[in-house]
Each structure stands twice: as structure tokens, then as C-alpha cells.
């Protein structure tokens, strides 16, 4: 049997060996091990400040967590099994460190509103370093499209050649989805800027505290209103999760780009050295393992997502034990999070190079201007929709006769429609079917070079 814990007093025995290893959670909560020796010292501070202990047991408190913070940054304090989690093992160190005092660390709190706000300062500070990495992800985002804002590439929709964009325009559009993230992000640091310290086990204490003390300590926003909603909230970490995981569908999505436009089938870009992988058997190899794996870690937030709501849809006021199984997913998905958006922001830096001239000569090979030649007509007085179905039928034509649009000779087009001229071949060029879509937000160069500057002045903020 184990040594009998903090509180088993009101036990004749101690847990069995294997329930004390399935019910601890010092393997993992560990990560929260300063942000409670911050929360801790802040309820230290409170409780000399309020007249609980006295000014000289609360110095004592402050040091000696400061001594344990010190410990565990040099290796020296390695908690195991039988401190159960991060909070027994950091009190029954600083009772060791300072004798009888340290037992009175705990006055006027519980552990549920203990690991409450260790959880919220660690995300607090998460939040922070994932906003920042968004922006360097979004500052490289934008280099890579001023490089490349006259560079054409086919647009798809349904995987069909669509029409012709430029570059920068489609590294654009994940600028802005990484935009959204981050507002995303800012949201979200509001709600999880609330201080459920104070609140107890579930009805609050007796003891005169100054909630508002210890959260001005902390830097918390606010408090919590409500002790039963303080210690059992978890909608922050599920907004969390859900933004993260909505930062992971992007990074999904681009990687699945990346993929395509790194296959022999496309061409668009050549993946370097640095961020490729070779086959164990074929040596022509160059794999596309950072995207691909990005595309796979995406799923693991999911999936901590789904079980966060289900976790919670259950559970009764106030804290359950359940809510343990709170940690290790949102551990997880910070660090996935964190781990795809380097390696993204590095791939795009520094990994791949986009293949210019094949992308010249991708948005030549089909017939993504048809539009333009429908708007051509329409432009000069033909319905749009009896412009379509003439332009629709010239395509059929020009594919069995094995031909593009731009191969048509004029008495062909005129053929067609009188109102076709010679200036249908300059309307139809790729470069002008882009710089012709002018319109607020479009691929039109001049639009793109606008967003750009916009852009820039976004990511300052």
C-alpha cells in the first residue's frame, strides 16, 4: 500500500497501489508546476494582506515557493507517484522547506479552485506565444507574396481548373484565415482572463478574503461571480480548443496544397532538403513529410476537442474528477498547435521554392478565360447568359478539335459572335484575365498590392 496522502485522515487505509497510479496526475500536471507557484504565492500575499496569517508567515510562503520555483528549474526537484499531483507535492515541499507555516498555504482554498487558475495562467501564456507565432506565420506569409504578386497560378474550385490567380493573392487568402485565428485568440484570452481563485471547493470560505487582491496579483481581468461556475468551468478550455483546432484546419488545408503543388502532377513547387524526407526504398524519393504530418497532427485536436464536450456534457455542479481528464489534451493541442505552426512558417521561409515557369505555363494549358470571353461579350451588349452558352459551345468545339481559345483565329471568333474584335486575344491572356478583376478584394494586381499594404499595417496591431 502507498503512504497515506494529505487528506486520508478520514481513511483507516491507504489507496491501493494501482488506483494511487490511475488517480494521480503528477505525470502531466507537472507542466502547470509554476504557474502554481505563482497562483500560490499570489494567495500567499492575499492571506497576510488580509489579516489571515501574519506578514512574516506570508514573506516566509512567498520564499520558500520561490526556493521550490528554483529547484525545479535546476533538476532538483522531481516530484514522483506519491505526491499524487503538482499541488500536494509543491505543498509538502514547502512545509519541508519551512516547516509547520507551509501548512497553512492552504487556508481558505481548494484544490478546484487551485488547479483552476494554474490551468487559466498556463493558457493565459500559451494563448500569448501561439499569437505570436500566428503573426510570424503571417509575416512570411506576406514576404513570400510581394516576391510574387505578378506570379500567376491556376485557381481551382472542385479541383477543376477555375481561373488564374495571382500568387500572392492565394497566399493572401491564408493570411487572412491566419487574421481570423488571431482574433480568434484575442477573444478567447478574455474569457479565459477570469480569476475562479477564491471560490473554494464549490460554496466559497469563511475565511475574510480579497478575491479582487489576488486576481489584480495574477493579472486576471476579472473574477468569477458564481463559486459553482468558478470551479466548474471549462468553456474556456473548450473555446480554446475549438480556435485551435480551427487554426489546425488551415494549416490543413494549406499543407494539402503544399502536397499537390510538390507531385509530379502539378509541379508548382520544389521542395528543398531542409524540409523533405527521402523513401527507404525508392531514391528518386523527395517526400512532403512536413505538410503531410501537419495534415495528420491536425486530427489529435480534434479529437481533444470531441472529448473535452463530451467530458463536460455530463457533468453536475460542481467539480468533478472527471475534469482531470481536462489537461493532457489541452497540453497536447497547445504543443501541436505550437510544433506545426514553426514548421509551416519554416517550410514556407525557407522549404520550397515555387517553380515560376511551369506556373507560367500551367495558366496557358486550359481554358479557365472562358469567363472573360462571356464577360467580353456582355461587356459590349450580349446578355451574359446567351454569352455563357456561346462561349460554353466554342469550348466543347475547341476540345475536340483539339485546340485552346487562344488558338482560335479571329474569323473563327467572328464566327461566333460579330462583337468579337482583335482585342480578344489580349483580353483573354492569362496576365490580363488577372489584372482585369480589379474589383475590391480580387486578384487584380493592383487589388493584391492594396491588400498588401493593408496587410502590413494589420499585423502591426
Given at each position: 500500500?502507498?503512504?497515506?496522502q494529505?487528506?486520508?485522515?478520514?481513511?483507516?487505509?491507504?489507496?491501493?497501489?494501482?488506483?494511487?497510479?490511475?488517480?494521480?496526475?503528477?505525470?502531466?500536471?507537472?507542466?502547470?508546476?509554476?504557474?502554481?507557484?505563482?497562483?500560490?504565492?499570489?494567495?500567499?500575499?492575499?492571506?497576510?494582506?488580509?489579516?489571515?496569517?501574519?506578514?512574516?508567515?506570508g514573506?516566509?510562503?512567498?520564499?520558500?515557493?520561490?526556493?521550490?520555483?528554483?529547484?525545479?528549474?535546476?533538476?532538483?526537484?522531481?516530484?514522483?507517484?506519491?505526491?499524487?499531483d503538482?499541488?500536494?507535492?509543491?505543498?509538502?515541499?514547502?512545509?519541508?522547506?519551512v516547516?509547520?507555516?507551509?501548512?497553512?498555504?492552504?487556508?481558505?482554498?481548494?484544490?478546484?479552485?487551485?488547479?483552476?487558475?494554474?490551468?487559466?495562467?498556463?493558457?493565459?501564456?500559451?494563448?500569448?506565444?501561439?499569437?505570436?507565432?500566428?503573426?510570424?506565420?503571417?509575416?512570411?506569409?506576406?514576404?513570400?507574396?510581394?516576391?510574387?504578386?505578378?506570379?500567376?497560378?491556376?485557381?481551382?474550385?472542385?479541383?477543376?481548373?477555375?481561373?488564374?490567380?495571382?500568387?500572392?493573392?492565394?497566399?493572401?487568402?491564408?493570411?487572412?484565415?491566419?487574421?481570423?485565428?488571431?482574433?480568434?485568440?484575442?477573444d478567447?484570452?478574455?474569457?479565459?482572463?477570469?480569476?475562479?481563485?477564491?471560490?473554494?471547493?464549490?460554496?466559497?470560505?469563511?475565511?475574510?478574503?480579497?478575491?479582487?487582491?489576488?486576481?489584480?496579483?495574477?493579472?486576471?481581468?476579472?473574477?468569477?461571480?458564481?463559486?459553482?461556475?468558478?470551479?466548474?468551468?471549462?468553456?474556456?478550455a473548450?473555446?480554446?480548443?475549438?480556435?485551435?483546432?480551427?487554426?489546425?484546419?488551415?494549416?490543413?488545408?494549406?499543407s494539402?496544397e503544399?502536397?499537390?503543388?510538390?507531385?509530379?502532377?502539378?509541379?508548382?513547387?520544389?521542395?528543398?532538403?531542409?524540409?523533405?524526407?527521402?523513401?527507404?526504398?525508392?531514391?528518386?524519393?523527395?517526400?512532403?513529410?512536413?505538410?503531410?504530418?501537419?495534415?495528420?497532427?491536425?486530427?489529435?485536436?480534434?479529437?481533444?476537442?470531441?472529448?473535452?464536450?463530451?467530458?463536460?456534457?455530463?457533468?453536475?455542479?460542481?467539480?468533478?474528477?472527471?475534469?482531470?481528464?481536462?489537461?493532457?489534451?489541452?497540453?497536447?493541442?497547445?504543443?501541436?498547435?505550437?510544433?506545426?505552426?514553426?514548421?509551416?512558417?519554416?517550410?514556407?521561409?525557407?522549404?520550397?521554392?515555387?517553380?515560376?515557369?511551369?506556373?507560367?505555363?500551367?495558366?496557358?494549358?486550359?481554358?479557365?478565360?472562358?469567363?472573360?470571353?462571356?464577360?467580353?461579350?456582355?461587356?459590349?451588349?450580349?446578355?451574359?447568359?446567351?454569352a455563357?452558352?456561346?462561349?460554353?459551345?466554342?469550348?466543347?468545339?475547341?476540345i475536340?478539335?483539339?485546340?485552346?481559345?487562344?488558338?482560335?483565329?479571329?474569323?473563327?471568333?467572328?464566327?461566333?459572335?460579330p462583337?468579337?474584335?482583335?482585342?480578344?486575344?489580349?483580353?483573354i491572356?492569362?496576365?490580363?484575365?488577372?489584372?482585369?478583376?480589379?474589383?475590391?478584394?480580387?486578384?487584380?494586381?493592383?487589388?493584391?498590392?492594396?491588400?498588401?499594404?493593408?496587410?502590413?499595417?494589420?499585423?502591426?496591431?
Amino acid at each position: 500500500m502507498t503512504e497515506q496522502q494529505t487528506w486520508s485522515q478520514r481513511f483507516e487505509s491507504a489507496l491501493h497501489p494501482a488506483i494511487a497510479r490511475f488517480n494521480a496526475s503528477i505525470g502531466f500536471d507537472i507542466e502547470l508546476i509554476e504557474y502554481d507557484l505563482t497562483g500560490s504565492q499570489a494567495h500567499a500575499k492575499m492571506l497576510a494582506h488580509t489579516g489571515i496569517i501574519s506578514p512574516e508567515e506570508g514573506n516566509l510562503l512567498v520564499t520558500g515557493l520561490e526556493q521550490i520555483r528554483q529547484e525545479y528549474r535546476q533538476g532538483t526537484f522531481n516530484p514522483g507517484i506519491d505526491a499524487e499531483d503538482v499541488h500536494f507535492a509543491v505543498e509538502r515541499r514547502l512545509t519541508e522547506i519551512v516547516g509547520d507555516v507551509g501548512k497553512k498555504l492552504h487556508t481558505a482554498r481548494s484544490r478546484n479552485d487551485q488547479v483552476g487558475t494554474d490551468t487559466r495562467l498556463y493558457l493565459r501564456d500559451q494563448i500569448q506565444k501561439i499569437k505570436n507565432q500566428l503573426r510570424e506565420f503571417q509575416a512570411v506569409l506576406l514576404d513570400l507574396a510581394e516576391k510574387n504578386i505578378e506570379t500567376l497560378i491556376p485557381g481551382y474550385t472542385h479541383l477543376q481548373r477555375a481561373q488564374p490567380l495571382s500568387l500572392a493573392h492565394h497566399l493572401l487568402a491564408y493570411f487572412h484565415m491566419a487574421q481570423r485565428d488571431w482574433e480568434r485568440l484575442v477573444d478567447v484570452y478574455r474569457r479565459v482572463n477570469i480569476s475562479p481563485l477564491g471560490c473554494g471547493a464549490l460554496a466559497g470560505t469563511t475565511f475574510p478574503i480579497d478575491r479582487h487582491y489576488t486576481a489584480e496579483l495574477l493579472d486576471f481581468e476579472n473574477i468569477y461571480a458564481n463559486s459553482l461556475d468558478g470551479v466548474s468551468d471549462r468553456d474556456f478550455a473548450i473555446e480554446f480548443l475549438c480556435a485551435a483546432s480551427l487554426i489546425m484546419v488551415h494549416l490543413s488545408r494549406l499543407s494539402e496544397e503544399v502536397i499537390l503543388w510538390s507531385s509530379e502532377e502539378f509541379r508548382f513547387v520544389t521542395l528543398k532538403d531542409s524540409c523533405a524526407t527521402g523513401s527507404s526504398i525508392m531514391p528518386q524519393k523527395k517526400n512532403p513529410d512536413v505538410p503531410e504530418l501537419v495534415r495528420g497532427k491536425t486530427g489529435r485536436v480534434f479529437g481533444h476537442l470531441q472529448a473535452m464536450l463530451v467530458m463536460m456534457k455530463g457533468l453536475p455542479l460542481a467539480y468533478n474528477k472527471d475534469l482531470q481528464e481536462d489537461k493532457e489534451g489541452l497540453f497536447d493541442s497547445v504543443n501541436t498547435v505550437k510544433a506545426c505552426l514553426e514548421a509551416i512558417t519554416i517550410l514556407l521561409k525557407e522549404g520550397l521554392e515555387f517553380r515560376t515557369q511551369r506556373l507560367a505555363q500551367a495558366v496557358t494549358e486550359d481554358f479557365s478565360n472562358a469567363t472573360d470571353v462571356a464577360d467580353y461579350l456582355a461587356a459590349r451588349g450580349v446578355p451574359f447568359r446567351e454569352a455563357y452558352n456561346l462561349v460554353g459551345k466554342v469550348v466543347k468545339t475547341s476540345i475536340v478539335a483539339g485546340k485552346l481559345l487562344k488558338d482560335l483565329k479571329l474569323e473563327e471568333w467572328q464566327q461566333i459572335h460579330p462583337a468579337f474584335a482583335a482585342d480578344i486575344y489580349e483580353v483573354i491572356s492569362p496576365r490580363q484575365v488577372v489584372a482585369a478583376r480589379n474589383s475590391y478584394g480580387g486578384t487584380g494586381f493592383a487589388q493584391v498590392r492594396n491588400a498588401l499594404l493593408a496587410a502590413r499595417v494589420q499585423i502591426k496591431k
